[in-house]
């Protein structure tokens, strides 16, 4: 059974930094496009970052020069550094899998990130 399990999320202050892990347990990782995505309360879930298997990497405009996605294929796993935090990046942050173009065919639980002074 596929899981992805995220980390890292937690309270940080306007400008702070914080950089979110997924670990994949999948036999196979690196033919998948990884991503993050984001919801926050009242909005729907929303894409934040993604990362092909060649390496190319797409970010929503409000995250743009501020957040970072990468992926270890060999540790299976996909990290968000997350720079310059505002307030309305408070939200819950959710890694995903997909193929190719695809909607994503697995995601993780989901890690509580709050940006408040």
């Known amino acids: 059974q596929v899981q992805l399990v995220e980390s890292g999320g937690g309270l940080v202050q306007p400008g702070g930094s914080l950089r979110l892990s997924c670990a994949a347990s999948?036999?196979?990782?690196?033919?998948?496009?990884t991503g993050w995505y984001r919801q926050a309360p009242g909005k729907e879930r929303e894409l934040v970052a993604t990362?092909?298997?060649?390496?190319?990497?797409k970010y929503a405009d409000s995250v743009k020069g501020r957040f970072t996605i990468s992926r270890d294929n060999a540790k299976k796993t996909i990290y968000l550094q997350m720079n310059s935090l505002k307030s309305e990046d408070t939200a819950v942050y959710y890694c995903s899998l997909a193929v190719n173009d695809l909607p994503p065919r697995y995601w993780g639980r989901g890690t509580q990130v709050t940006v408040s002074s």
């Open positions: 990362s092909t298997t060649g390496g190319s990497t």
């Open positions: 999948i036999s196979i990782f690196s033919i998948y496009v």
